[in-house]
């Protein structure tokens, strides 16, 4: 089992920046590639940016590419999302997940491939 906590999410204005952490426990970080996704009230659960266990490879959507960088650190078994020029379009909760190595590299944008999911911490941009 691998359990995974988010933390950072908060109100920020357009423009603005904001970083999400999520910390891991359980089984061996390093063995897990890791994504972040979110959802928005209404709305299904949508990917946003993703990175190897290595940290050698990472996606984004489209939407988010070059205002969001998502990043990861082994030794301290997190990853981290960080969101500059945010939009209001990007107030969702963000969820992040973790996926056997494995796995990931068939799909690494689909939420369905990801075996673990933290609770969600709440962002959200006013305009």
């Known amino acids: 089992q691998v359990q995974l906590v988010e933390s950072g999410g908060g109100l920020v204005q357009a423009g603005g920046s904001l970083s999400v952490s999520c910390a891991s426990s359980?089984?061996?970080?390093?063995?897990?590639?890791m994504g972040w996704f979110r959802q928005a009230p209404g709305k299904e659960r949508e990917f946003v940016a993703t990175?190897?266990?290595?940290?050698?490879?990472?996606y984004y959507a489209d939407s988010v590419k070059g205002r969001f960088t998502i990043s990861r650190d082994n030794a301290k078994n997190a990853v981290y999302l960080q969101m500059n020029s945010l939009k209001p379009e990007d107030t969702a909760v963000y969820y992040c997940?973790?996926?056997?190595?494995?796995?990931?590299?068939?799909?690494?944008?689909?939420?369905?491939?990801?075996?673990?999911w933290g609770q969600g911490t709440q962002v959200t941009v006013s305009s």
């Open positions: 359980g089984r061996t970080f390093s063995n897990y590639a």
């Open positions: 997940a973790a996926v056997q190595r494995s796995k990931w590299y068939g799909g690494p944008r689909i939420p369905e491939r990801y075996d673990y």
């Open positions: 990175i190897s266990s290595n940290s050698g490879t990472t």
